[in-house]
Structures are given as structure tokens and as C-alpha cells.
């Protein structure tokens, strides 16, 4: 049960520094020196790392080993987190002046910056991936096609479209299928899926593995959400903020829970029936410390 | 001297029409009407098409035919040109309501929608970089790298940065060297690089090639957004806005204007003499049309 936590100790302070020290290389000496700061700020938000941490795990559960450039591949996913939370809470969306107890980027910056940090944080995890050199072209292209499709326009930015599209329509009308497929699918678990996949490009594992991968990573996706609004139900109940929970109550959420945590735990199956390389450990422990 | 305008009559309704089809192919039939509608108005607010224009002018200057696939990596550009053009129009930007004669994306469709579509366009244009077929791994990998830093937080974006500083500081503390390499470096020239370069890779070039392009692409830009502050000096006069051409006065701009159509005749003409399939034609025709 404690395997997770014993990676996640190890990793997440190997994370936050490679953080750092890719905004120094990404943000030349020639420009402001607010510039780099701002960028670092948004990406050094206090959290626990998660999209990064599975695709390591992924990396370390085919019996490879973590390397710094494995790392970088796995940052990547932080960078268009970080981008993601930074536009979020922009006045004009969740208008949201603190971040996990410290000022948004938007509070502290201004919103005009906020914007441009969100931009160039979104470019960076490109160019991250391309700069990878502990794999090979097709893999580094397979990597950004995960994160452009799965952080895009049919991924996580339509979670948001959708999520803003439901705050104006009354939640009776709001099907749960509806909610579950799109907002959450599309919000939170399409950029956890892009984490466990790019973590098997790193390891070059064929489509199959791949497959087993994304319905781990999704099921497991929609699981960390459902489990985040359960956690903050009285919050969002006080405030008034409707979420998943809400809509279908506490009793069947606690049912998808353990579904969802069934159908991961499946995939985790079939992936260690299917490759002998694999090893379900350490992910059935982040399954645990999340799921039912 | 009519070259280009023959080509740019030829490609830019075959780029307009790929724009179209590829948002009907990254946005999925699930997601809400309006959302491909957003990103189609966006992609195709009017103008030149000049980013895509030039990457595939490199293209055809190597003799290497224009195919539909070189032409979605010419769109790419496109893809981020406009996102650029949706997040500067912002309120907490330029607050720019219209844009070409209509209406800007946050005029029409709001604020939050203007972020969300920005943010998935850039997203838009890896994808369809990633997706190419028409070139090897290695190819697209270079494409990647040379749209993420030429469009990121050391390039464009770092443009848009140090433009929204000098709005903040008096004018004559602006030295016209800093203004010149970065600013207009960064917001526009950069993209016009990554523009050259993209048809670069695209036709498979060497290193050397490439710096030429670079070099011809830098000094083009510098010389195209001077041309473009030129054109518009009188309006910017009425409306109090300080472009480089009112910092350094008519006739400096206009010598700059020379000295930069120079440059990039010279980088051409290094090219010609250096790479016998380069045919300098058709980018000699385009510098004709914007330079001195």
C-alpha cells in the first residue's frame, strides 16, 4: 500500500527541481527577469505532481529505469497542467485568486501575464518532448501527438468548453452519462491518460499495451475526479458549486468508485497477463491510495 | 515580380480549405455545435496567410512538389498565428473588439471562450504536425522543436511580454536596439522563422540550408512588421500608438527598410549560389512585394 508513496517521495522532489531547471533553459538570459520567475511560479504551484508521477510510474512498472530524460518526458505533462490551472483561473473563467493557498498566477501577475504564462507553458511541454534523447523520432512523435490530441481541442480544452457550457443550464437536464463521458472524461482523465501514455511511449510498448494503458489511465481518471468532488463535497455544498457528486448523490458515487476502481484494477490484470515485463505493483498501489 | 502573388492566388484558398477540414477532423461529433465553429471563425478571421505562404514558398524553391501534406504542416502555422491573434485581442490584453473588419473571437463569443479557443489551437497545431505522412520521424520531430521555441516562452510569447512591458516604461528609455531585437525579433519575425524553417524540413534540408532560410526569415520579419508599422503611421499617430517607426522617425524606418530587404536578398543569394536545386524566384518576388 505504501509503495506509491515510497516512488512518489523519491520522484516528486526529482520533478520540482527538473521543473526548474527546464525554465532556465527554456527562458533565455536576454529576456526580463520577471519572465522566468512567473513561469516558475506557475509551474512550482504546491501539488502533488500526479500527471508526471504516473508516467514515471508507468516507466518503472515496465522494468525501466528512471532516468533524467524519462523525467523530462514525464514533466512535460506538468507544464500543460500547470498551463491549464493558470488559465482556469483567469478572471473571464473560475476568477479564482488563490491556488492551493497562494496566489493565482492572474492575482499575483495580472491577467495579461497570466495569459502568456499559460501560453508559453503549453509550447514548453512541446518542446520539452522533442528534446527528448533517451528515445527515438517515432517515439518523441507519438509522445506529442498523445499530448496535442489528448490536451486539445477534442481533449482536455473541450472539458473545459463543456464544464463552462453546464454552469448555464439548469442540472436536472445535465444527463449523468453526459457529464461523466464529456466534462470529466475530457477535463481530468484524457490528460491522465496522456501521462500513462506517454510513460509507455518512453518504454516503447506496442499498441496493445498501449490499449490496456489508456482504459487503465481512463477508468482510473474519472475515479481521482469523482474521488477529488467527494473529498471536497461540504466545500462545494457550502459555496454552492454543483458537481458530479451532487448531481447523482453520495450513495451512487461511492458506487462508480468502486467500479471504476474494478475496471482499473482489470486493466492492471490483463496488462500483467500480457506482458511478462509488467509489473502491477506500483500502480495498484497509487489505485489504492485514490480508489475503493 | 508578380510571382508570388500568382502562388499566394494559387495556395491560400487551398490553405483556407484545409483549415476548414482539419478543424472537422480534430473536433469530434460528441462535443457542442458551436465549439468547431469557434475555432473555424477563428482559424479563418481574413487575412494573408502569409506564415503558411512562406513555408510552402520554401518548399517550392527547393523544387519539391506542394502536396496536401506539406500543406498541413504550412497550416500549422496558421494554427498559431491565429491562437495568437485570439489571446492578444483579449480585454487583459489589447481589448481589441474587431479584428480585419469583424468581430474579434472575445467580442463574439466571450472571454473565456477566447482563452479556451486560443489555448486549443496551439494544441491544434502539434497535432497536425505530428500527424503528417508525408515526411519521416525525424522531420516531424524538427518541426516540433521549431514551432515550440520559436512560438514559446523564448520567442513569441516573450514578444507579446516585453511589448505589454514597453506600453509601462517612457519612450525614451527604449533603446531602438532593444526594441528591434526583441520585441519585434520575437512577436513577429520569429514565427516568420519558424514559418521558413518548417518548409525547410518539410523539403529535408541541411543545417546549412536552414541557417540561410533563417536568416533570410529574420530579416524579412524585422522588415515585414516595419513595413506593416509604415503602412499604418498615420492611424497610429491619430490613435497615440507608439510603433518603432514614431521611435526612431520616417527616415530611419525607411533606411531600415533597406538595409533589411538587403540582408535578406544577400541570405537569398548565399542560398543560390550554395544549393543548386534552390530557386530563388518566387521568395525574391514575395521580399519585392514587402520590401524596399
Not at 486493466?267 to 497477463?273: C, E, G, R
Request: no cysteine.
Amino acid at each position: 500500500m505504501t509503495k506509491f508513496n515510497d516512488f512518489s517521495e523519491k520522484y516528486q522532489p526529482q520533478v520540482n527541481a527538473a521543473l526548474k531547471t527546464e525554465v532556465a533553459q527554456q527562458v533565455s538570459n536576454q529576456s526580463s527577469s520577471d519572465w522566468g520567475q512567473m513561469l516558475t511560479y506557475a509551474l512550482l504551484t504546491p501539488g502533488k505532481r500526479l500527471r508526471p508521477l504516473l508516467a514515471l510510474a508507468v516507466v518503472d512498472s515496465f522494468g525501466q529505469e528512471i532516468t533524467a530524460d524519462a523525467i523530462q518526458a514525464a514533466t512535460a505533462l506538468e507544464w500543460v497542467h500547470a498551463y491549464s490551472l493558470v488559465h482556469d483561473d483567469l478572471p473571464e473563467m473560475d476568477n479564482d485568486a488563490y491556488r492551493r493557498g497562494q496566489l493565482s498566477v492572474h492575482a499575483l501577475y495580472g491577467p495579461a501575464s497570466a495569459v502568456l504564462v499559460g501560453d508559453a507553458l503549453q509550447a514548453g511541454a512541446f518542446s520539452l518532448l522533442a528534446a527528448l534523447t533517451g528515445v527515438n523520432a517515432e517515439q518523441k512523435v507519438a509522445m506529442v501527438a498523445t499530448l496535442a490530441e489528448k490536451a486539445g481541442a477534442n481533449g482536455m480544452v473541450l472539458g473545459q468548453v463543456l464544464d463552462m457550457q453546464n454552469h448555464d443550464i439548469n442540472e436536472d437536464q445535465v444527463a449523468l452519462a453526459a457529464v461523466l463521458d464529456q466534462v470529466y472524461q475530457k477535463k481530468t482523465a484524457d490528460l491522465l491518460q496522456a501521462a500513462a501514455l506517454i510513460g509507455g511511449h518512453y518504454a516503447n510498448l506496442a499498441d496493445k499495451d498501449l490499449d490496456r494503458l489508456a482504459a487503465f489511465a481512463g477508468a482510473f481518471g474519472l475515479l481521482f475526479q469523482i474521488q477529488d468532488d467527494l473529498d471536497d463535497y461540504d466545500q462545494d455544498q457550502e459555496e454552492g458549486v454543483v458537481s458530479l457528486v451532487h448531481l447523482v448523490g453520495l450513495d451512487q458515487a461511492h458506487d462508480l468508485v468502486v467500479q471504476l476502481t474494478k475496471r482499473s484494477n482489470q486493466a492492471l490484470a490483463d496488462l500483467t497477463q500480457e506482458n511478462k515485463n509488467f509489473d502491477s505493483e506500483l500502480l495498484t498501489s497509487l489505485l489504492a491510495k485514490i480508489g475503493a
